[in-house]
Structures are given as structure tokens and as C-alpha cells.
């Protein structure tokens, strides 16, 4: 009696235990979470993180999810449990300044009435029914962003976290960042001599588009300080002074946003000619640029002289002929077309597009002995081939490159990041300025040059980097259809516009978004199950073409038959017709036998592997609880053994 009631009383209070114990980890234990995912697709990067924690004002984030109407779509409801637990992983990093709201706009519903005056899109369903699946979030100062609506594909989902942290951080600093470029070529337009009957060229739509989003400076290349604004884009750096550059160096090292667009033959720049009254002198004019003492000091280069050219990517374009009579079509070897193979799908900048054009781009390296991080994100086909740049400077003959070109079988890299800890290319000092005597002995003595001229001696390095400046002319991404006044209608041929305005949104984030890195794929196949399907794929192929081929033969046969007519035996003729008609229906069938078996020895095989993965997950719990209670138990036995 004593020992059940000790058995009732010990089995009461392990019940209660259990409850207990359940009940303190949900309340003490909400922060513990633990990732194991193969990419940890549900962590936050240390980019998000430093992104939440520096928020200093309230934002508030409300995010849209009709949960009832999306129950009948698995895939919708795992990728927005997903987008929830990363917003919440903000709510927590951000120590109370996110604040979130999930709101669930059923049909005919204020809140319905409220995504839709927020902006958020509904998708409608074959059941009729409206999916809202989107986030709007505001800030103390009225700033409004939103996600109208979480595409579903694969490569959407990747950059999840990206596009969290980005309207994050655009909510955190509302105000419009300003660019200032820096120059040799007349993007404002300009230029020309009226009276010699020569038009200026117009000002470059391309700041028309960056207006859209940045404020814009353009800025002398004689400029004495860079000040007052947020972004650096240095476009075709041509003849630049090593003052210019000094300035330049000092905003790299102080890790602020810099965007370059440097080129080894830029087409559309007029060139730097030394007797402009000289027609002939524009095709000796100088039209390269470098930046080659910057670059060598932050661990890369421009391949020198030379121009990438690509026989894969090569756009087809008609040509005259070199005797000048005819036109005849022929791929151009040095004006590509980038596709999604070409640019990165890991990459913010490049991750959407598909259509990027340049013209005579140059080939970056990482230098041997460079410590940044080099990362490519636009790259030419393994067909390439670096091409003499002196083969440019009078009209190219596309026929005679196209003919003499030999691949290289490697990428050669258009477009890149540069990160990391860098130091100052004037390691003497600013240029010009006076030297002094007295500078402290413990320096070292690039640091102590570059400090007297009160320059900063190394930093972190934010750089984004391309190849080609011609990409940003008008010609390369707009058709003008027409004027509305002094509107310009156009339409875009590439997406070299969005990846300019891509490049200065992703540095203008600074370290914590260009750090954030693309998610793997949260959605794992069933690779067995999909190895089967393939296997029996295959088999009902092989039996479908061999019904097909009968079903010709058969066909063949007849025809003969009906031929055989003509020799005066049609009784003949058509008993054997009909023996040979019920030949092939009887061929017929039983080839739909077959093919009905192969797909039941396909659904065998899965539903045979799904019983085994069954009772593996119902048996092998117990199975190991009750090995590990035998093996307990012969531990003690050995225990009281020796005692």
C-alpha cells in the first residue's frame, strides 16, 4: 500500500515538475533560440544588428498578413512565418525602438480598408479571396516605407533580411543623401562654339534619375574640399590632379561612400586634345582613366592598356564592310550585354537585373599582394579576351576583332566592392603642403607625413567599383520617344540606370548594409524522392517514344495497305487491314498497360520510402530512449556489482 502510494505520489509530482518546468522556460527562456538551419537563415546578420541597435528614434512597423485566406498555401504560410521571426528578431535587437504589429486584413474589414490606403497590394486567388502580404513602417518624424508586397520567388526570398534592413535603416535617416560627383566629362551638358556652328551636348538624363532620389551635386574637379555631402561618385577620373586624388583618398579612408566609374577607353568623352582646332586630333585625344595610385593602395587595379572584350556576350550589330560597300552583321566584341549569368545573384547591386550594356569596359584585379576584400559582382563570360586599348583609338573594325579574337577561358571582373582596412596612398603627405619638423618620433613614418599635413594615414574602405563610364550615357540605357515641354519621354534598353542608382543606395547604408550577405535557400527538396521521380520520368519517357514510334509504324503499314488496292485483291487487302488495325490497338493498349505500371511502380516507390521515413521518426525515439534506459541500467548492475 505504502509503495503505490509512494508511486502515485512521485508520479503526481513529476507531472507537476513537468508543467513547471515547461511554464519558467517560456517565461525565462523566450530570448534562448537556436538556429539550425545550414545557412541560419533565421539569425540576424551583425549588419542588422548594428542597423537595430543604433536606431535612436521610435519605428513602428506594421506588417500585413491575411493568415485565414493563405492557410491553403503552405509555401505562402512558411516564407511569412519566416518574414515574422526575422521582424520580431528585430523587435528584440532594437531594445523596444521597433515596435511591431501584425495585422490581419480579412475581407471588408477596417483593416483591409487600412492596407490598402498604406499602399500594401493584394494578390487575388483562384478563390476569389484578396492575400495581403506586405509591411509598412513609420518613423517619429513621419518617414513612410513599405514592402507593398513579399515576392515569392527564390531569389526574392534570398534577400529578405536585405530588404528588412534597408527600409529599416531609409526609416532611421529620412532625409534625402547627397551625392557629389566628381568628373571630366560634361554630364551637365555644355560646350560646343556657337560661333564655329558647334551644338553643346545635352545634359545626361542619368542625373535626372539619381534627382528622383538623391540630392546632386556636381562638383568641379579643381575642388579644394569635399564637404556638405553624404555620398562620393567619382565618374571617368580623367587627368585628375594628385590634389583631387588626395581628397579622394581621405574620404575613402575615413570609410565614407565612394562609387567609381573609371574606363580605358571612354567613347563618349570628347577627349583631352592638345589643338582642338584639329579635327583630326579627337582620335588622339586622350580618353582613359585611373585611378591607378588609389587603387594600388587599396589592394586592386585596372588592367593597364587594356580593354575586355567578350566573343559570348558580344551584341550582333550590321557593320560597314572595310572596302565600304555594304553593311554586313557581325558580333561586336567590345559593346556586351550582361545577363543574370553575368551579374550576381548574391549581390544587392546585381541580384535583379538582367540587362546591363557597356561599351570598351577594362578588367579589375585583385593585386597579389592586396589585404582588402575583392568581391566581383559583374563579370564577363569565360569567352573573354583582354584587348590591346590601342586597337580603340581610331574607329574599331568589329569584323577584324571578331575574326582575330582568342578567349581567355576566365571571367575577367567589370564591376566590384572593395572593403577593408586600407591605408592612405599619400603616405608623405598631402601634396603641396609644407613639412614640419617637430612631428613626434614614435610615428611611423607614413603616419607621421600624412599627419602633418592633418590627413588621415589608413581606415576601413567603402568602394564600390566599375570598369566602364560610357554605361552612364544616355545612348547606352534610354530611347527618347519625345518632349512634353521640357519633360523627356523615354524608355529604358538596360538596367544601367538601376544599377548606378543600386550601387549608391547599397554604400549609402554604409558597412552595415554592404556587410549583410544573401540567405540560402530555406526550402530543402526531398532529393530522394526527387531522384525517383526522375528515374521513372526517364522510364516513361523511353515508353511514350516507343508507343510513338509504333504508333508510325502502324501508320506506315496501313498506308501500304491502302496502296495494295490498286492490285485488284481488296477483299484481301482489307481483311488483312483490319487484322493489322486490331494488331495495333492491341499494341496500343498494352503500351497504356505498361505506362500505367511504370506510374504505379513510381508512387510504390515513394509511398515505400515515406512508410520507411515513418517509422524511422515514430520508432527511433523510443527505440534510443529505451537503449539508453538498458544501458543505464546495466551501468547500475555493474555498480551494485562491485559493491
Given at each position: 500500500?505504502?509503495?503505490?502510494?509512494?508511486?502515485?505520489?512521485?508520479?503526481?509530482?513529476?507531472?507537476?515538475?513537468?508543467?513547471?518546468?515547461?511554464?519558467?522556460?517560456?517565461?525565462?527562456?523566450?530570448?534562448?533560440?537556436?538556429?539550425?538551419?545550414?545557412?541560419?537563415?533565421?539569425?540576424?546578420?551583425?549588419?542588422?544588428?548594428?542597423?537595430?541597435?543604433?536606431?535612436?528614434?521610435?519605428?513602428?512597423?506594421?506588417?500585413?498578413f491575411?493568415?485565414?485566406?493563405?492557410?491553403?498555401?503552405?509555401?505562402?504560410?512558411?516564407?511569412?512565418?519566416?518574414?515574422?521571426?526575422?521582424?520580431?528578431?528585430?523587435?528584440?535587437?532594437?531594445?523596444?525602438?521597433?515596435?511591431?504589429?501584425?495585422?490581419?486584413?480579412?475581407?471588408?474589414?477596417?483593416?483591409?480598408?487600412?492596407?490598402?490606403?498604406?499602399?500594401?497590394?493584394?494578390?487575388?486567388?483562384?478563390?476569389?479571396?484578396?492575400?495581403?502580404?506586405?509591411?509598412?513602417?513609420?518613423?517619429?518624424?513621419?518617414?513612410?516605407?513599405?514592402?507593398?508586397?513579399?515576392?515569392?520567388?527564390?531569389?526574392?526570398?534570398?534577400?529578405?533580411?536585405?530588404?528588412?534592413?534597408?527600409?529599416?535603416?531609409?526609416?532611421?535617416?529620412?532625409?534625402?543623401?547627397?551625392?557629389?560627383?566628381?568628373?571630366?566629362?560634361?554630364i551637365?551638358?555644355?560646350?560646343?562654339?556657337p560661333?564655329?556652328?558647334?551644338?553643346?551636348?545635352?545634359?545626361?538624363?542619368?542625373?535626372?534619375?539619381?534627382?528622383?532620389?538623391?540630392?546632386?551635386?556636381?562638383?568641379?574637379?579643381?575642388?579644394?574640399?569635399?564637404?556638405?555631402?553624404?555620398?562620393?561618385?567619382v565618374?571617368?577620373?580623367?587627368?585628375?590632379?594628385?590634389?583631387?586624388?588626395?581628397?579622394?583618398?581621405?574620404?575613402?579612408?575615413?570609410?565614407?561612400?565612394?562609387?567609381?566609374?573609371?574606363d580605358?577607353q571612354?567613347d563618349?568623352?570628347?577627349?583631352?586634345?592638345?589643338?582642338?582646332?584639329?579635327?583630326?586630333?579627337?582620335?588622339?585625344?586622350?580618353k582613359?582613366?585611373?585611378?591607378?595610385?588609389?587603387?594600388?593602395?587599396?589592394?586592386?587595379?585596372?588592367?593597364?592598356?587594356?580593354?575586355?572584350?567578350?566573343?559570348?556576350?558580344?551584341l550582333?550589330?550590321?557593320?560597314?564592310?572595310?572596302?565600304?560597300?555594304?553593311?554586313?552583321?557581325?558580333?561586336?566584341?567590345?559593346?556586351?550585354?550582361?545577363?543574370?549569368?553575368?551579374?550576381?545573384?548574391?549581390?544587392?547591386?546585381?541580384?535583379?537585373?538582367?540587362?546591363?550594356?557597356?561599351?570598351?569596359?577594362?578588367?579589375?584585379?585583385?593585386?597579389?599582394?592586396?589585404?582588402?576584400?575583392?568581391?566581383?559582382?559583374?563579370?564577363?563570360?569565360?569567352?573573354?579576351?583582354?584587348?590591346?586599348?590601342?586597337?580603340?583609338?581610331?574607329?574599331?573594325?568589329?569584323?577584324?576583332?571578331?575574326?582575330?579574337?582568342?578567349?581567355?577561358?576566365?571571367?575577367?571582373t567589370?564591376?566590384?566592392?572593395?572593403?577593408?582596412?586600407?591605408?592612405?596612398?599619400?603616405?608623405?603627405?598631402?601634396?603641396g603642403?609644407?613639412?614640419?619638423?617637430?612631428?613626434?618620433e614614435?610615428?611611423?613614418?607614413?603616419?607621421?607625413?600624412?599627419?602633418?599635413?592633418?590627413?588621415?594615414?589608413?581606415?576601413?574602405?567603402?568602394?564600390?567599383?566599375?570598369?566602364?563610364?560610357?554605361l552612364?550615357?544616355?545612348?547606352?540605357?534610354?530611347?527618347?520617344?519625345?518632349?512634353?515641354?521640357?519633360?523627356?519621354?523615354?524608355?529604358?534598353?538596360?538596367?544601367?540606370?538601376?544599377?548606378?542608382?543600386?550601387s549608391?543606395?547599397?554604400?549609402?547604408?554604409?558597412?552595415?548594409?554592404?556587410?549583410?550577405?544573401m540567405?540560402?535557400?530555406?526550402?530543402?527538396?526531398?532529393?530522394?524522392?526527387?531522384?525517383?521521380?526522375?528515374?521513372?520520368?526517364?522510364?516513361?519517357?523511353?515508353?511514350?517514344?516507343?508507343l510513338?514510334?509504333?504508333?508510325?509504324?502502324?501508320?506506315?503499314?496501313?498506308?501500304?495497305?491502302?496502296?495494295?488496292?490498286?492490285?485488284?485483291?481488296?477483299?484481301l487487302?482489307?481483311?488483312?487491314?483490319?487484322?493489322?488495325?486490331?494488331?495495333?490497338?492491341?499494341?496500343?493498349?498494352?503500351?497504356?498497360?505498361?505506362?500505367?505500371?511504370?506510374?504505379?511502380?513510381?508512387?510504390?516507390?515513394?509511398?515505400?520510402?515515406?512508410?520507411?521515413?515513418?517509422?524511422?521518426?515514430?520508432?527511433?525515439?523510443?527505440?534510443?530512449?529505451?537503449?539508453?534506459?538498458?544501458?543505464?541500467?546495466?551501468?547500475?548492475?555493474?555498480?551494485?556489482?562491485?559493491k
Amino acid at each position: 500500500m505504502n509503495k503505490r502510494y509512494l508511486s502515485l505520489t512521485g508520479l503526481g509530482l513529476a507531472l507537476v515538475l513537468f508543467f513547471a518546468i515547461n511554464i519558467a522556460a517560456n517565461a525565462g527562456c523566450r530570448a534562448v533560440r537556436a538556429d539550425l538551419t545550414e545557412d541560419k537563415v533565421f539569425t540576424l546578420d551583425e549588419g542588422s544588428k548594428s542597423i537595430a541597435t543604433g536606431i535612436d528614434e521610435p519605428i513602428n512597423l506594421y506588417f500585413y498578413f491575411s493568415r485565414g485566406v493563405a492557410r491553403e498555401y503552405p509555401p505562402v504560410m512558411e516564407y511569412a512565418d519566416r518574414v515574422l521571426g526575422m521582424l520580431r528578431e528585430y523587435e528584440r535587437a532594437s531594445g523596444g525602438n521597433i515596435r511591431l504589429k501584425v495585422v490581419d486584413p480579412e475581407a471588408f474589414s477596417e483593416e483591409e480598408d487600412q492596407a490598402v490606403e498604406q499602399g500594401i497590394q493584394g494578390a487575388p486567388l483562384p478563390s476569389g479571396d484578396m492575400l495581403y502580404f506586405g509591411l509598412v513602417g513609420t518613423s517619429s518624424t513621419d518617414a513612410k516605407e513599405s514592402i507593398p508586397f513579399f515576392a515569392l520567388d527564390e531569389d526574392k526570398q534570398r534577400t529578405l533580411e536585405y530588404d528588412l534592413s534597408k527600409l529599416i535603416w531609409t526609416l532611421a535617416h529620412p532625409d534625402k543623401k547627397r551625392v557629389g560627383i566628381l568628373t571630366a566629362l560634361p554630364i551637365e551638358g555644355g560646350g560646343g562654339n556657337p560661333m564655329m556652328g558647334q551644338q553643346g551636348s545635352p545634359r545626361w538624363q542619368v542625373l535626372d534619375q539619381l534627382e528622383d532620389f538623391f540630392k546632386v551635386d556636381v562638383l568641379s574637379p579643381t575642388v579644394t574640399e569635399l564637404k556638405d555631402i553624404d555620398i562620393l561618385l567619382v565618374i571617368h577620373p580623367r587627368d585628375f590632379t594628385d590634389a583631387t586624388l588626395y581628397l579622394i583618398d581621405q574620404w575613402a579612408l575615413a570609410g565614407k561612400p565612394l562609387v567609381v566609374f573609371v574606363d580605358p577607353q571612354c567613347d563618349v568623352d570628347p577627349g583631352a586634345s592638345d589643338d582642338p582646332t584639329n579635327p583630326m586630333s579627337r582620335f588622339t585625344a586622350k580618353k582613359s582613366s585611373d585611378m591607378e595610385k588609389l587603387f594600388k593602395a587599396w589592394g586592386f587595379e585596372m588592367v593597364k592598356n587594356k580593354v575586355a572584350c567578350d566573343k559570348e556576350l558580344g551584341l550582333r550589330r550590321a557593320v560597314r564592310n572595310r572596302d565600304g560597300r555594304g553593311q554586313t552583321e557581325t558580333t561586336v566584341v567590345f559593346f556586351l550585354q550582361l545577363g543574370e549569368k553575368e551579374a550576381s545573384r548574391e549581390d544587392p547591386i546585381t541580384r535583379l537585373l538582367k540587362n546591363v550594356l557597356v561599351m570598351t569596359p577594362g578588367s579589375l584585379r585583385k593585386l597579389p599582394d592586396g589585404t582588402t576584400t575583392f568581391t566581383p559582382f559583374l563579370q564577363t563570360s569565360e569567352s573573354s579576351q583582354e584587348v590591346d586599348a590601342t586597337q580603340f583609338q581610331f574607329p574599331p573594325e568589329p569584323q577584324q576583332l571578331f575574326a582575330n579574337f582568342v578567349p581567355g577561358y576566365e571571367r575577367l571582373t567589370l564591376g566590384a566592392r572593395v572593403t577593408g582596412e586600407v591605408k592612405t596612398a599619400f603616405p608623405e603627405g598631402k601634396p603641396g603642403a609644407p613639412k614640419e619638423e617637430d612631428a613626434s618620433e614614435t610615428d611611423a613614418p607614413e603616419d607621421r607625413s600624412t599627419a602633418e599635413a592633418g590627413g588621415t594615414a589608413s581606415g576601413k574602405l567603402n568602394l564600390v567599383v566599375f570598369s566602364d563610364a560610357d554605361l552612364l550615357h544616355d545612348n547606352m540605357w534610354m530611347q527618347e520617344l519625345g518632349r512634353i515641354g521640357q519633360t523627356v519621354l523615354v524608355r529604358p534598353i538596360s538596367e544601367n540606370v538601376d544599377l548606378l542608382k543600386n550601387s549608391v543606395e547599397s554604400v549609402s547604408g554604409g558597412q552595415e548594409l554592404m556587410g549583410i550577405r544573401m540567405r540560402g535557400k530555406t526550402s530543402r527538396p526531398f532529393e530522394r524522392v526527387q531522384e525517383i521521380q526522375r528515374d521513372a520520368d526517364q522510364r516513361f519517357l523511353a515508353r511514350q517514344q516507343e508507343l510513338e514510334r509504333k504508333l508510325q509504324d502502324a501508320e506506315r503499314r496501313l498506308n501500304e495497305l491502302q496502296k495494295a488496292k490498286a492490285d485488284g485483291s481488296e477483299e484481301l487487302v482489307t481483311a488483312e487491314q483490319r487484322k493489322e488495325e486490331a494488331k495495333v490497338r492491341e499494341e496500343f493498349v498494352q503500351t497504356r498497360r505498361d505506362l500505367r505500371d511504370v506510374k504505379h511502380q513510381l508512387g510504390k516507390d515513394i509511398d515505400g520510402l515515406g512508410t520507411s521515413l515513418k517509422w524511422l521518426n515514430i520508432a527511433l525515439m523510443p527505440a534510443l530512449v529505451c537503449a539508453a534506459a538498458v544501458a543505464l541500467g546495466a551501468m547500475r548492475s555493474q555498480q551494485r556489482g562491485r559493491k
